[in-house]
C-alpha cells in the first residue's frame, strides 16, 4: 500500500511537467515499470475489491449527482444508462464472441459489460472541449455518471451465469429485478436511518465534525457490506441511492455546518483521489502477469491478445457511436428544431467514452475458479483486453482533443482532481449571463486577480502600522510579497519576469554593498569583535553566490549550495555550544541585523537618487519587496534584543491579517462590479478567502488552547 501510494503521489507529480499525458496513463505506465523492473506482483482479493472500490466511487458519483439542466433529462439520460448498457452487454458480447470464438460468450458478456461503465470526469471534459451540442453533452455526461450501476449488474450476472454455469432468462429477469428494487430501498432505508441518527447526535450535542466526517466516511461500505450480504440484493444500486439521497438533503447539512460540508468534501476528494491512482497502479502491475499467462496458456500470443484490444475497442466506440447517431436523429424526427444529426459528432461522443477505474476495479473482481473448481476462463485475456481498451480509450482520447479543441487544457479522470469539473459535474455554464458584462473591459486570470487583492491587502496593511505593530506588519507584508511574486511567474510575459528579476539583483548587489560597508565601519570602530564579523562577512558571501546562481541554477550548484549550507549550519552550531559568551555574541548578531539592514535601506536611496540612475526603468514591486525586506530584519532583530512579547506580536499579526483578508474581499467584489472577473472566478477568490480565514481561525483557536 505505501508503494502504491508513492507511485500515485509520484505520477501527479510528473503529470505536472508532462500536462498532455493523462494522469491515469502515467500512473499505468509507473505501475509496468515496477513490475517489470522488480518482478513486483500483488496478490489481489478479489472477494473484497468491489467493496473497498466501487462503493466510494459509485457514492461518490451520487453525491454529486447532476441537477438542474441534467436532472430535466433524467428520462433519457437513465434510458440510456440502462438500454445502451444493455445493448452494449448483448450485442457488443457477440460480437466480441466472434472476435475471439475461444472466449465463452458468457465471458464475452461479462467483458463487453464491464467495458460500458464510462468515467465520468472524462467524458465530461472531452464533451465541454469538443463542443458537443448542449443536449447531447448533458445526455452522454449525466448517463456516464449512472451507467456504473447498470453495467456492474450485467457484468455480475454474466459472471455468476461463467460460475456456476446455467442461466435461465425467466430467473434472470426475476432475479434482476428484486436485486434492484431490493437495493433501492436498501439503500434509501440505511440512508435515511443514517441522517436520522446524525440529525439526532447533533441534538444531543453531539456535533463534532471530525466525528460526523468519518461517519459519512463509512457509509457507503456499512450500505454496501449490508445490501450485498443480508439482503443478497445489489449493494452497486444502494450506495448510488445512498448518494443521491444524501445530496438530496445536501443543502439542510451545510446550513448548519458549513464547516463538516468543508471538510467532507476535501476528504472525499482525497479518496477519490487515491482510490482512483491505485486501480490504474495497479493496472499497469497487472498488465505482465496478465500477458505472461495469456502467452503460457498458449492458446494466444501477444499479438493477437493485443489486436483482440484493439477490435474489442472499436466494437465497443462503434456500438457508442451508433447509438449517439440514433438518438440524434429520434430527436430531430420528433423535433424538427433540433439540431441535425452529424457522423462527427457522434464519433466525439463515442471517443469521449472513456474507460475509468470502476472498469478496471470491476475485472480484477472476477474470480480465479468456477464452482467445479477448475479456473476461471480465459480470465487472463479478459483481463488484457480490459486494461487495453482502458489505454486505447485513454490514448486515442488525448491524441483526438488537440485536433478537435482549441483549448489547451488536458484530458480530465477522475484520477486529476480538477475542482473546476468536481463542481456537482454540472454542465451548466453559469458564466454565460454574466461573462463579457462590457466588451470593453479586460477579463483577467485568476493569479491576475489573486495578484491584485493581496496587494489591496499590502495597502490595507500599510494603512494600519504603527511603531507597535511593525513588526506584525513587515513579516505579514512580506509573506504577501512572496505569494505576488510567484503569481507574477504564471501571468506575466517571461521576458517582462526576466527585467523584474534582473531589476532585483540589480539593485540587491546595492544593497549588499552597503552592507559590506557598514559593517567596515562596526569593525573598524570596534562595535563588534572579530567572531561577529567573520560571521556576518560569510552570510554575505553565501548571499551574493546564491545571486550568481539566481538566473539558471543547474543541479550541481544546487548541491554545492546545499553542501555549503550544512557546512556553515554545523560550524556555527558547534561553535555557539562551545562559547562562553553566547550572550554577548546575540547582542552583537542583532546589532548587526539592524545596522547592516539600514546601511542597505540608505544604499538604495542614495543609487536611485542619483543623476546617472533613472528610477523609473526599476519595478516598484522589486523596491518594494527589497525594502520591505530590510525593515522586516530591523524589525526581528529589534524584536529578538528586547524582552519576549510573542504574545502581543501574535495578537498584532491577527488583528492585522483579519484586516487584510476584509481588504481582498472588498478587492473581489470591486473586480466582479467592474467586470474584470466571471461569477465562478469570483466564488473560486472568495472560497480561498475563506479558506484563509478559517486557518487563521484555527491558529487563533490552538493559541488561546495552549
Not at 502515467?26 to 468491489?50: C, K, M, P, R, S
Not at 460480437?95 to 464510462?118: D, N
Not at 436498501?186 to 436511518?193: K, V, W
Not at 493581496?454 to 510579497?481: F, G, V
Request: charged fraction near 20%; glycine fraction near 6%; charge should be negative.
Amino acid at each position: 500500500m505505501i508503494l502504491l501510494i508513492v507511485l500515485v503521489l509520484l505520477s501527479n507529480i510528473i503529470s505536472h511537467y508532462l500536462t498532455f499525458i493523462p494522469v491515469s496513463l502515467i500512473q499505468i505506465a509507473l505501475g509496468l515499470i515496477v513490475a517489470l523492473t522488480w518482478h513486483f506482483q500483488i496478490q489481489l482479493e478479489t472477494d473484497w475489491f468491489l467493496l473497498l472500490f466501487i462503493a466510494p466511487l459509485l457514492y461518490n458519483d451520487g453525491r454529486r449527482f447532476p441537477r438542474r439542466e441534467l436532472w430535466r433529462l433524467r428520462g433519457p439520460i437513465f434510458a440510456n444508462a440502462i438500454w445502451l448498457v444493455f445493448l452494449t452487454t448483448i450485442l457488443g458480447g457477440y460480437l466480441i464472441y466472434w472476435l475471439i470464438p475461444k472466449m465463452p460468450l458468457t465471458v464475452a458478456f461479462a467483458l463487453a459489460a464491464i467495458l460500458s461503465p464510462t468515467d465520468p470526469v472524462a467524458v465530461q471534459s472531452i464533451s465541454k472541449q469538443a463542443k458537443l451540442p448542449e443536449s447531447l453533452m448533458h445526455l452522454v455526461s449525466g448517463e456516464s455518471l449512472i451507467n456504473d450501476a447498470s453495467g456492474l449488474i450485467a457484468f455480475k450476472y454474466a459472471i455468476a451465469a461463467t460460475v456456476t454455469g446455467a442461466f435461465s432468462m425467466g430467473t434472470a429477469v426475476g432475479d434482476f429485478f428484486y436485486i434492484s428494487i431490493v437495493g433501492f430501498l436498501a439503500g434509501l432505508i440505511m440512508m435515511t436511518a443514517i441522517q436520522l441518527l446524525m440529525d439526532v447526535l447533533r441534538r444531543q450535542g453531539i456535533d463534532d465534525v471530525v466525528f460526523n466526517t468519518v461517519l459519512q466516511l463509512a457509509t457507503p461500505f456499512v450500505v454496501y457490506l449490508v445490501t450485498e450480504e443480508i439482503t443478497h440484493a445489489s449493494g452497486v444500486i444502494a450506495v448510488v441511492t445512498a448518494g443521491v439521497l444524501y445530496h438530496a438533503r445536501e443543502s439542510q447539512v451545510v446550513e448548519d455546518s458549513p464547516e463538516l460540508k468543508l471538510v467532507t468534501e476535501k476528504v472525499w476528494d482525497i479518496i477519490i483521489y487515491s482510490l482512483n491512482g491505485i486501480v490504474f497502479v495497479i493496472l499497469g502491475i497487472e498488465l505482465p502477469v496478465a500477458t505472461s499467462q495469456v502467452i503460457k496458456g498458449g492458446q494466444f500470443n501477444t499479438g493477437e491478445a493485443f489486436l483482440f484490444a484493439v477490435g474489442t475497442w472499436v466494437v465497443i466506440l462503434g456500438i457508442r457511436t451508433v447509438w449517439t447517431y440514433g438518438y440524434v436523429l429520434v430527436k430531430r424526427l420528433r423535433d424538427h428544431n433540433a439540431d441535425r444529426p452529424s457522423f462527427r459528432t457522434a464519433i466525439l461522443s463515442g471517443l469521449s467514452g472513456v474507460r475509468g477505474a470502476v472498469t478496471m476495479a470491476g475485472v480484477l473482481s472476477v474470480p480465479l475458479t468456477i464452482a467445479s473448481g477448475a479456473g476461471f476462463p480465459t480470465r487472463s485475456l479478459m483481463l488484457f483486453v480490459a486494461s487495453g481498451v482502458i489505454i486505447i480509450s485513454l490514448v486515442a482520447a488525448t491524441v483526438t482533443l488537440p485536433l478537435i479543441s482549441s483549448s489547451s487544457q488536458p484530458l480530465q479522470t477522475r484520477a486529476s482532481v480538477s475542482d473546476d469539473l468536481n463542481d456537482d459535474l454540472d454542465l451548466a455554464d453559469e458564466d454565460d449571463d454574466f461573462d463579457d458584462l462590457d466588451d470593453g473591459v479586460r477579463q483577467i486570470s485568476e493569479d491576475e486577480a489573486r495578484a491584485y487583492i493581496m496587494r489591496l491587502a499590502i495597502s490595507k496593511i500599510e494603512e494600519l502600522r504603527r511603531p507597535i505593530n511593525q513588526r506584525a506588519a513587515y513579516d505579514l507584508i512580506l509573506d504577501y510579497q512572496f505569494v505576488i511574486r510567484r503569481l507574477e511567474m504564471n501571468y506575466r510575459a517571461d521576458a517582462t519576469m526576466q527585467k523584474v528579476l534582473s531589476d532585483e539583483l540589480q539593485l540587491r548587489q546595492v544593497a549588499i554593498d552597503g552592507e559590506r560597508v557598514a559593517l567596515k565601519a562596526m569593525r573598524k570602530n570596534e562595535q563588534i569583535t572579530q567572531t561577529s564579523y567573520v560571521g556576518a562577512v560569510r552570510r554575505i558571501e553565501r548571499l551574493e553566490s546564491r545571486l550568481t546562481q539566481a538566473t539558471g541554477r543547474t543541479l550541481p550548484s544546487v548541491m554545492r549550495y546545499w553542501i555549503q549550507f550544512f557546512k556553515h549550519l554545523f560550524r556555527n552550531t558547534a561553535y555557539w555550544l562551545h562559547s562562553e559568551d553566547t550572550d554577548r555574541l546575540h547582542a552583537e548578531g542583532n546589532l548587526v541585523e539592524r545596522e547592516t539592514s539600514k546601511a542597505a535601506i540608505k544604499a538604495l536611496s542614495q543609487y536611485l537618487a542619483r543623476e546617472d540612475v533613472d528610477e523609473t526603468q526599476f519595478d516598484n514591486q522589486a523596491i518594494y519587496h527589497l525594502i520591505v525586506h530590510y525593515r522586516n530584519r530591523i524589525e526581528r532583530a529589534k524584536a529578538a534584543a528586547g524582552p519576549s512579547h510573542e504574545d502581543e506580536y501574535q495578537r498584532q499579526f491577527n488583528k492585522l491579517r483579519i484586516r487584510a483578508l476584509s481588504a481582498e474581499r472588498a478587492g473581489i467584489q470591486s473586480l466582479l462590479e467592474a467586470g474584470n472577473i466571471s461569477w465562478t472566478m469570483a466564488t473560486h477568490l472568495r472560497q480561498y478567502v475563506n479558506y484563509a480565514e478559517n486557518v487563521l481561525v484555527m491558529s487563533m483557536n490552538n493559541d488561546e488552547g495552549e
